[in-house]
């Protein structure tokens, strides 16, 4: 214990310094407006600056990244909220539950409280990370590609379980989702898949592309069409005093301190992030509230849980990272890749060997969350009148700015068309209610998990068998299993309470 105090008081010896700590604020407030534009999000906009880092220390180039990461998180939320469109993968869940707030009158209160729960799940899973980072680290190595596999499947299966007006659409989704991930060199059979002859189709199609059409495209195909017909209207451009009342704190603490472990937890293992750990956040928070049904209509419930989730996986996802030299995320991938280059061997010999750089990360961690919160709650209605220009001038922005993204991925023309093509997907999912989160988590996963299948019946030489051998493999399962089938169970007992309220009144 007197170890850990020695460590982080080192590590916030070197937060402190000046130029760390200016550069910590830089962070945070970048990182916040990248959350905010579609199409930006932490990986790239860590990617944009990471030549810039190059003539800093390690440890003042990291803390800026890593700071960027937090204000992105939490600015995130600002896009889903007033405008539907999410920053990244991580704030989706945001728009279930945010942005029909947003449209019901209550922006104030929804932009304050995806601050507040990101700042209390920030700092719970930092507290956490500080305490439990090697024995949490050595329960992720437990999970070889069969345990990750059935992770993926339980996933899958909780976010189309979200749909539950629409079951089959939701998992129609997410096998189109999954086709996407197809795309490409299969690199273990050396076989070309789908790519029609055309050469930058063979690394794949990149979430982020995916994602950048399907949201920011499509949201803008889908506006135009209303601008068209005059029909169009902002959510909401003045705001008052950004807060929550009593009531409201009372409804989200709760979801916030359930979600945060499980938000944390699953960032922790490696290839998962924000996007998953935020769509189980709402989905069991969901699951077992009293009121499913208010869910999507506007709960500050299904906000607040999500965001506070989303915010604790950014935080484990830098356990992997910085203990096994694992990513945990794209943005940490991203991270991963800017240590090499500072000449850092992440692992355990990080903390052997350059334990301020180690500490100096996990301090800021505390630092930035506190950073972030002010930015984002005081300063809240100075920065979402980024979003509160009126869409003739800000639809060409969001387009704009998403090229100019999409490109900075690849630095392929390429990634221009399959933008468009994927922004029409977008606009046709929405014309047709099919549900979208499904298809973006299935292209966020389905490469990992193809490849977790692959190598699991390698190595049980095509042993089916082997997918539930271990125990926690079969509560993964169990886990699947329940999700899809909770909305017919809990539709039964409705029906079942209905008749027994039924024959009660009716002696």
């Given amino acids: 214990m007197g170890e850990i105090f020695t460590n982080l008081a080192l590590g916030f010896t070197v937060v402190l310094d000046p130029l760390n700590f200016a550069l910590l604020l830089v962070g945070s407030v970048l990182g916040t407006v990248f959350g905010m534009l579609p199409g930006i999000g932490p990986a790239t906009g860590i990617a ?67 601050a507040i729960a990101s700042f209390i799940g920030g700092l719970i899973a930092t507290v956490i990370f500080v305490f439990l980072a090697l024995p949490v680290a050595r329960f992720a190595l437990r999970f070889g590609p069969p ?12 976010t189309a379980s979200l749909t539950q007006k629409s079951l089959l659409k939701g998992f129609f989704a997410l096998v189109m989702g999954l086709m996407v991930t197809t795309v490409g060199m299969d690199l273990m059979a050396g076989v070309r898949r789908f790519t029609f002859g055309v050469q930058e189709l063979q690394s794949g199609i990149d979430f982020i592309v995916v994602i950048v059409g399907v949201y920011g495209i499509g949201e803008v195909f889908t506006n135009y069409e209303k601008i068209a017909a005059k029909a169009a ?25 359930r979600q945060t472990p499980v938000g944390f937890f699953v960032g922790v293992l490696p290839g998962s992030g924000g996007t998953i750990g935020s769509m189980m956040g709402y989905n069991n928070e969901k699951q ?35 203990t096994l030299g694992v990513p945990g995320s794209g ?43 002010v930015i984002n709650i005081p300063l809240a209605g100075l920065l979402v009148r980024v979003l509160s220009v009126k869409p003739k001038y800000l639809y060409p922005l969001i387009v704009g700015l998403a090229f100019v993204g999409v490109y900075t991925i690849n630095y392929s023309v390429v990634d221009f068309f399959l933008l468009l093509v994927f922004g029409v997907v977008g606009y ?25 299948f692959r190598q699991a019946l390698m190595v049980s030489q095509g042993d089916m068998t082997i997918f539930f051998r271990s125990t926690i493999c079969n509560v993964l ?15 039964w007992r409705k029906k079942r309470k209905a008749r027994q309220a039924g024959g009660t009144s009716g002696r």
């Fill in 428 to 452: 046709l999912m929405k014309k047709l209610k099919i549900p979208i989160a499904p298809f973006i988590l299935a292209v966020v996963v389905g490469g990992g998990m193809e490849q977790s």
């Fill in 288 to 322: 077992i509230s009293k009121h499913p049904e208010k869910f999507g209509t506007g709960t500050i419930e299904g906000l607040a849980a999500p965001e506070a989730a989303n915010n604790a996986a950014s935080v484990g996802a830098l356990i992997p990272m910085m």
């Fill in 477 to 491: 399962f169990g886990l699947s299993v329940l999700s899809v089938s909770w909305p017919f169970i809990s539709e």
């Fill in 147 to 158: 345990e990750y596999f059935m992770l993926m499947i339980f996933a899958l299966s909780a």
């Fill in 233 to 257: 209207k902002p959510v909401q451009e003045k705001f008052g005093k950004i807060w929550i009342t009593m009531e409201e704190w009372k409804q989200s603490i709760g979801p916030i301190l």
């Fill in 48 to 114: 944009l600056l990471l030549p810039l880092t190059f003539a800093m220390k390690p440890e003042t180039a990291l803390i800026m990244m890593c700071a960027i990461y937090y204000g992105a998180m939490y600015g995130g939320s600002r896009g889903s909220i007033l405008l539907n469109v999410p920053g990244d993968g991580a704030a989706v869940a945001a728009t279930f539950d945010g942005y029909p707030m947003a449209q019901n009158g209550r922006a104030e209160a929804a932009l304050a409280i995806s």
């Fill in 331 to 373: 943005t940490t991938a991203v991270m991963l890749g800017a240590l090499l280059i500072l000449g850092l061997d992440p692992g355990p010999m990080l903390f052997e060997h350059h334990p301020h750089v180690a500490w100096g990360i996990i301090a800021s961690m505390f630092m930035g969350n506190i950073a972030c919160a």
